[in-house]
């Protein structure tokens, strides 16, 4: 498989922020998918000793996210935006750095991943629903992302936050719409290495 050929991986080390919505429009991409290795990623707002939302912030910034439920992931979904935390070296020629990425969450529990060099095309999708899966997924009572890699002894844990309204950046362009995920991927001790911002295809590739 040459270099531009998509890459699958199934041992995910994702998880989700519950963060302000304004985290959105600050990450650094230019292009949809693309790493920016600057980018400040917040901390994990479930962590224990995180600081709740205070009582007096914008009504707009407390309503704007949510923890998921297992019906929200269902489907193909898209990564438009990613960001890395400021001690991370980003290795690009790692497929988790790709600037091309799908996931697809299937009811019977299933997990698959696809991340590509190149845009994503119809063939590539096809290639990805027909291949084995390794991985399982599942929800937990506090919206908190658990999956489970065949063969990797360790649970992986994420959070998971649904946005609920659009985020503008300053220029005016949308760079959040409602139903968006945002996923922070966490290390062993729970701190967050990077974060990625999916978006639902509402159609498959046929």
């Avoid at 041992?11 to 650094?28: P, T």
């Avoid at 988790?96 to 529990?109: C, G, I, K």
């Amino acid at each position: 498989m040459s270099a531009a050929r998509p890459a699958f991986r199934t041992s995910l080390l994702l998880g989700v922020v519950l963060v302000a919505a304004s985290a959105c429009a600050s990450w650094e991409a230019a292009a949809p998918g693309q790493a920016a290795p600057d980018a400040a990623v917040a901390p994990d707002a479930t962590a224990p000793g995180a600081r709740a939302s205070a009582p007096d912030a914008p009504r707009a910034e407390r309503d704007a996210l949510r923890p998921c439920t297992r019906a929200d992931l269902l489907g193909t979904w898209q990564v438009v935006r990613m960001g890395a935390a400021r001690a991370v070296t980003v290795d690009r020629s790692n497929p988790e750095y790709y600037p091309h990425q799908r996931y697809v969450f299937a009811a019977n529990a299933t997990l698959r991943y696809l991340a590509a060099q190149k845009a994503i095309t119809p063939e590539d999708h096809r290639a990805l629903a027909a291949a084995s899966t390794a991985a399982t997924w599942a929800v937990d009572e506090t919206g908190r992302l658990l999956t489970q890699p065949d063969g990797v002894p360790r649970q992986e844990v994420s959070t998971c936050a649904v946005l609920l309204g659009a985020v503008r950046s300053e220029g005016g362009g949308v760079t959040g719409e409602p139903g968006d995920l945002l996923l922070t991927r966490l290390d062993a001790q729970g701190r967050a290495v990077s974060r990625r911002q999916l978006r639902r295809l509402d159609r498959a590739p046929e």
